[in-house]
């Protein structure tokens, strides 16, 4: 079955760090990605882990433990124009994406 | 980068009408492309499959009748939406995945297109 989860809404201070986490559950793994959506606009990629540990890029990490069914995006230094909905996805083991509902953070000054 | 255009980005018509939406990879080559429908605060919606050569996989719920996909390259999906009804007014993304099947590659979406039907 299809089964990944992630907090709804999330609220943080610019300049900041903000832990976005998201857990699955799938009997078929590829992979699992984060992407940043603005409102109104489409999703845009931020990362992609498939081995366990952290991956860093820039201001943003994501760290994946695959035992564990467990990611989570860390967002530094938060800037107001990272006020915007992150999506976590698995990719399972037809390639498609499954899809989280999205967490909505919230950024103020 | 790799990049998918979407065409048109904004629609408004009277209801009734059938609208096709254009998903083209402009420099990659894409056997997959997948079309999603998101409402206001909702999260994507997987509407459909669509591959190269080959009927379109619709998820469960998704008129296949109603929302016609057709794959005709490896560069371009379309979706028409006929028969439009308010109802339909939506978001609608497409995405594609790069020829190969490496998990590495993740989908490029287009910039979406939003319907309102009258």
């Known amino acids: 079955g299809q089964n990944i989860d992630q907090p709804t809404e999330m609220t943080a201070t610019e300049g900041a760090i903000v832990q976005i986490n998201c857990t699955y559950q799938t009997s078929g793994f590829n992979g699992l990605f984060w992407y940043q959506q603005h409102a109104g606009e489409a999703p845009t990629f931020l990362s992609y882990n498939v081995l366990d540990g952290l991956e860093e890029k820039g201001r943003f990490s994501s760290f994946l433990s695959r035992s564990k069914g467990y990611s989570y995006l860390l967002l530094k230094e938060l800037q107001m124009k990272d006020s915007a909905s992150y999506l976590c996805a698995y990719m399972d083991s037809n390639y498609q994406l499954i899809w989280g509902a999205g967490t909505k953070l919230i950024i103020k000054p | 980068g790799a990049v998918v255009s979407q065409h048109p980005s904004w629609v408004i018509c009277k209801s009734g009408t059938s609208v096709k939406i254009e998903c083209r990879s402009l420099?990659?080559?894409?056997?997959?492309m997948f079309w999603y429908r998101q409402f206001p605060k909702q999260s994507l919606m997987l509407m459909a499959t669509?591959?190269?050569?080959?009927?379109?996989?619709?998820e469960q719920g998704v008129e296949k009748d109603k929302f016609l996909i057709n794959h005709a390259s490896l560069t371009l999906s379309t979706l028409t939406v006929t028969s439009a009804h308010p109802e339909d007014s939506s978001f609608y993304i497409c995405?594609?995945?790069?020829?190969?099947?490496?998990?590495?590659?993740?989908?490029?979406f287009g910039d979406g297109t939003r319907l309102s039907i009258l």
């Open positions: 995405s594609a995945r790069d020829l190969g099947h490496s998990s590495n590659r993740p989908q490029h």
């Open positions: 420099d990659f080559q894409a056997t997959t």
């Open positions: 669509s591959n190269e050569g080959s009927k379109a996989t619709y």
